[in-house]
């Protein structure tokens, strides 16, 4: 039984830098994943510009019929600024780097696995001298140690 | 020195005390500092040889200056002069005052009289360091390397030092392992000794 | 700065009541993209003009649903991203939250859609829906002087929304 059925990283403009599956059926080809974030990316953007407060980061829990969605960016993106002239003001947008799992509906703790995939993500992807920013990650310790994440967090479920 | 808020600020160098004290440097920020030392050497260098050897000589420069403070600071200015001496001054001095912790092992190679071998199970400088497989068998582990034939070309141990990485059985991570071929001089001059 | 406050919901924000004005505004679309209603209680922020947020809060929603219908891992052959979903055809999501806001999403068999903006921190409001859908057959469709397609301005509608609304916690 996978609780988690695929995990994305998307760079600060919208480009998938990383893609896994965990069992999901009918898995994504490359350019329908591909395809998945960007439009992630401006769905999240939008939901920024549709908040009725100021100060929104964007979609941080999508649900749907057959599975929740999780995002979490982090704060070191870009901030664009849109200027709206007829009505004389501007938004602040956030677009950093987003990690996203697609997980069944209700699965619990989704905050922190993502919270410590940017972890494993600044130690092991940022640190390595081979890795140029914004590109596919293609990492052999990023894999291992996510590897070992996951499956501590499926043996916790199964666990409870 | 990184950690300088805990520690007395003295005007002179030489009030200072001669030991080191507890003084240790963020992970990360080495991390980086050395990611970016690796980074600006590729872009100098049109083959891994020749990056190999740019890393060993960035080591090959820190070695000679850690032999000339341990020397002065553990042994009241000696040095070792024996082979086994300073192999282990470097397996375990060294490595500690470098890595926190004494090296994983200390061999003698099996095929070779003038080979020694120095192994870690996780070589610190590749902790978050994936190699490429279009890299083939390059081994950041080189500045290390150059590390241990600064020490021991200063304490006139001539030596080639290479690292690699070798596979262990039941686990996902090869080790890193430091091979050391000392000159022939070392080894007759070792002999003449007894 | 609440720009650069991390995961915290930023400090304006005001918190959860137990009873009451949690909402902050309701769209309601027909199939086509016409915006039937738009009602709003506390909305401080105004990034667009109207006829712009509604057209974007549309397409919001167009593709999103066209997201999770392709992105369902639960069925292996799925529509191709982008291809309008019929209502009730595909996966479909019901709602997301940010740290500012959560929108609640129901779609009719008639591809009536409705859409409740309101706090963060708001439990699931799904019968919440289903209940403001049937005030909309109760007090539109069954009004006679209402023509479907159009504008809704029912009186009566409006007010007994109004009332709900404020009660969500």
């Known amino acids: 039984m996978a609780a988690i059925y695929s995990l994305y990283i998307i760079n600060k403009s919208g480009g998938l830098i990383f893609y896994k599956d965990y069992g999901s059926s009918g898995r994504m080809d490359t350019n329908d994943s591909l395809r998945v974030a960007s439009l992630w990316h401006s769905m999240h953007a939008i939901s920024q510009q549709l908040s009725p407060i100021s100060g929104c980061f964007g979609i941080e829990l999508l649900q749907a019929d057959t599975f929740d969605l999780h995002c979490f960016q982090s704060l070191t993106g870009y901030i664009s600024l849109l200027f709206f002239f007829l009505s004389k003001k501007v938004t602040r947008m956030i677009q950093g780097t987003k990690f996203f799992v697609v997980c069944e509906p209700g699965t619990q703790h989704m905050e922190g696995l993502l919270k410590h995939i940017y972890e494993l993500y600044t130690d092991y992807v940022l640190k390595n001298p081979f890795y140029e920013m914004e590109m596919p990650i293609r990492c052999e310790l990023f894999d291992i140690n996510l590897t070992q994440a996951i499956q501590k967090d499926r043996v916790a479920l199964l666990a409870r | ?194 | 700065m609440q720009f650069f406050g991390g995961t915290e919901i930023s400090p304006s924000l005001p918190a959860s009541t137990a009873s009451g004005n949690n909402g902050h505004m309701m769209y309601v679309f027909n199939r086509n993209g016409v915006c039937l209603l738009y009602r709003e209680w506390n909305r401080p922020l105004h990034t667009l003009n109207q006829q712009q947020d509604h057209k974007l809060m549309f397409g919001l929603l167009f593709s999103l649903k066209s997201l999770t219908a392709k992105m369902d891992p639960t069925t292996p052959d799925k529509a191709n991203l982008g291809v309008p979903q019929l209502p009730g055809q595909g996966c479909s999501f019901h709602s997301f939250r940010t740290n500012t806001y959560k929108l609640t999403f129901m779609e009719s068999p008639s591809g009536i859609k409705i859409i409740l903006v309101t706090h963060p921190r708001t439990g699931d409001l799904r019968e919440s829906l289903k209940y403001i859908y049937n005030l909309y057959v109760e007090y539109v469709v069954k009004n006679p002087l209402y023509t479907p397609g159009t504008p809704i301005r029912c009186e009566l509608f409006n007010t007994t929304l109004d009332q709900y609304v404020r009660s969500i916690s």
């Open chain 2, 1 to 194: 020195m990184i950690g300088v808020g805990k520690i007395k600020q003295y005007s002179n160098v030489l009030d200072k005390p001669l030991s080191k004290g507890k003084q240790e440097v963020s992970l990360s920020a080495f991390a980086f500092l050395f990611s970016e030392l690796v980074q600006y050497n590729q872009t100098q260098v049109d083959n891994i040889a020749e990056l190999e050897r740019r890393l060993e000589d960035a080591g090959y420069a820190v070695g000679a200056r850690v032999l000339e403070l341990l020397c002065h600071r553990d042994k009241g200015n000696r040095r070792e002069t024996r082979l086994l001496g300073i192999l282990s001054f470097v397996h375990s001095t060294v490595w500690k005052v470098l890595f926190g912790k004494v090296a994983d092992s200390l061999e003698k190679g099996t095929e070779h009289e003038d080979e020694y071998m120095i192994s870690e199970k996780e070589l610190l400088v590749n902790r978050f360091i994936s190699i490429p497989k279009d890299m083939g068998t390059f081994n950041c582990g080189a500045f290390v390397a150059g590390i241990v034939r600064g020490v021991l070309d200063g304490a006139g141990f001539p030596a080639v030092v290479t690292a690699h990485f070798v596979p262990v059985e039941g686990q996902q991570r090869p080790r890193t392992t430091i091979l050391i071929k000392f000159a022939e001089e070392v080894l007759r001059r070792e002999a003449r000794l007894g």
